[in-house]
Every structure is written in structure tokens, then in C-alpha cells.
């Protein structure tokens, strides 16, 4: 069975400082794909990141950094000099890397991030 | 792009009304999902379909049912409205050899009283 786990329900900063995102999966897949969505309080949800299970470099784009460890099963995510527009709840996620897979897609609870101006 | 386009955004419906959602994507995506989404229960599958005339349940499908004419379309229908049924929803798809990459549409607020 697959799991993901958001230990951290919120999280409240202050503009500019970083903040990282904390993610833990378990999947008796051997191979899998780990994502990030953004839902903003407008309420969409969006697709930040998609990351490959055999690829562990970690990935920046912009303010925002990735940092996937197979060996502790984490997808950490990092945003640098937070914005209140970064504002907003979070969900990683994990599918099984196979045709298809994505109906057996995993979600956590999220983590709510607040940034303070 | 328009993407993923849910209709209609915001509804109200009494008990034991009738009402579809309607989803359309204009990505030539095979897969298509809806999804309900609560407070504390995070996102949760209701149906989906992985081509056009085809549907299955998911993990939350009692009281919904689901329709998939046509490729670009997936229709959720509630038969018999419940309270239980207040939620979020959102439609969503992907294409099955591109990273199992599921796109959004914007949600749908839907209230039962």
C-alpha cells in the first residue's frame, strides 16, 4: 500500500524567511513518481513538480528547491526568501511508475503555509 | 489554454436533488478522474476513466455515478443529493505515458442542505 505523510499541518513564517515542506512516502513500488501541487486560497490546484524515482538530484526552480532522498523515503521542498504569494496549502503525492499509474495516485493532507508580510 | 474546465463552479442543492458536474479538457488526455475533496480528508477518488466509454469506481464512489461520451468529456452525476455529499470537486487528467501527471480543473463548490 502506498502513504504519504505531511507531518506538518501548518506552518506560519515571515516574508523572506525560508521554509521548508516536509514529505515522507512509503510505496512497495520499486519504481514510483513523487509530485508537489500548490492550492492558493483561490482554491485551484497546481502542478509544481514530478519527480522520476531513479532520478535523486535534487531540483531547483526559481525560489523554490526539491530535495528527494530515497534512502530516508523523503520529497522535501524548500522555498527561499518566502512571499506572501507563496501563501497557500501544499500536497505531495505518489503514483506507481507504470502506464496508467496515475489512478493509484496517493495524496497527503497537506500542509498549510502562511506567509506573513 | 483552457485546460481543464469544470461547470458549474458553485451550486446549491437541496436533499434529495439531482444535479452534473461537467468536465471537459482540451488536452487529448486519455485519463480523466473526479475527485472530492474535505477538510482533513485531503483529496479522495471518486471515479475515473482511462479512455473514452469506459469508467470505474475509485476509492470513494457510492452515490455518484459517472459518464465518459466522449474523450474530452467526463460527467459526474449525484442521483439523489445528501448533506454528506457538501464537498469540493475536481476533475482532473493526465495522459498514461507522461509521467502520470494529473492536471486540475479549477473545483467545483457544491452545497447540499
Known amino acids: 500500500a502506498q502513504k504519504v505523510t505531511q507531518a506538518q499541518t501548518e506552518i506560519s513564517v515571515v516574508e523572506k524567511e525560508d521554509v521548508t515542506l516536509d514529505c515522507v512516502y512509503e510505496?512497495?513500488?520499486?519504481?514510483?513518481?513523487l509530485f508537489w501541487y500548490k492550492q492558493p486560497p483561490s482554491g485551484e490546484l497546481v502542478f509544481l513538480i514530478r519527480?522520476?524515482?531513479?532520478?535523486?538530484q535534487n531540483e531547483i526552480s526559481g525560489r523554490y528547491s526539491w530535495n528527494f532522498q530515497k534512502s530516508t523515503s523523503s520529497f522535501n521542498f524548500t522555498i527561499t526568501a518566502s512571499q506572501v504569494v507563496d501563501s497557500a496549502v501544499y500536497f505531495c503525492?505518489?503514483?506507481?511508475?507504470?502506464?496508467?499509474?496515475?489512478?493509484?495516485?496517493?495524496f497527503g493532507k497537506g500542509t498549510k503555509l502562511t506567509v506573513n508580510p | 489554454n483552457a485546460g481543464v474546465t469544470q461547470t458549474p463552479k458553485f451550486r446549491v442543492l437541496k436533499t434529495g436533488q439531482s444535479m452534473t458536474l461537467l468536465c471537459a479538457q482540451d488536452?487529448?488526455?486519455?485519463?480523466m478522474y473526479w475527485y472530492r475533496q474535505d477538510p482533513g480528508m485531503g483529496l479522495r477518488l471518486i471515479h475515473y476513466?482511462?479512455?473514452?466509454?469506459?469508467?470505474a469506481k475509485g476509492e470513494v464512489p457510492d452515490g455518484y455515478n459517472v459518464s465518459r461520451l466522449k474523450k474530452q468529456n467526463f460527467l459526474l452525476g449525484l442521483e439523489s443529493a445528501a448533506p454528506s455529499q457538501t464537498s469540493v470537486y475536481f476533475c482532473?487528467?493526465?495522459?498514461?505515458?507522461?509521467?502520470?501527471?494529473?492536471?486540475f480543473g479549477e473545483g467545483s463548490w457544491l452545497t447540499v442542505v
Open positions: 519527480r522520476n524515482s531513479f532520478d535523486e
Open positions: 476513466s482511462v479512455g473514452e466509454g469506459t469508467t
Open positions: 503525492a505518489l503514483s506507481p511508475h507504470r502506464r496508467g499509474g496515475s489512478e493509484k495516485l496517493v
Open positions: 488536452m487529448n488526455h486519455e485519463y
Open positions: 482532473a487528467s493526465s495522459h498514461p505515458t507522461r509521467g502520470n501527471t494529473i492536471y
Open positions: 510505496t512497495r513500488d520499486t519504481t514510483y513518481y
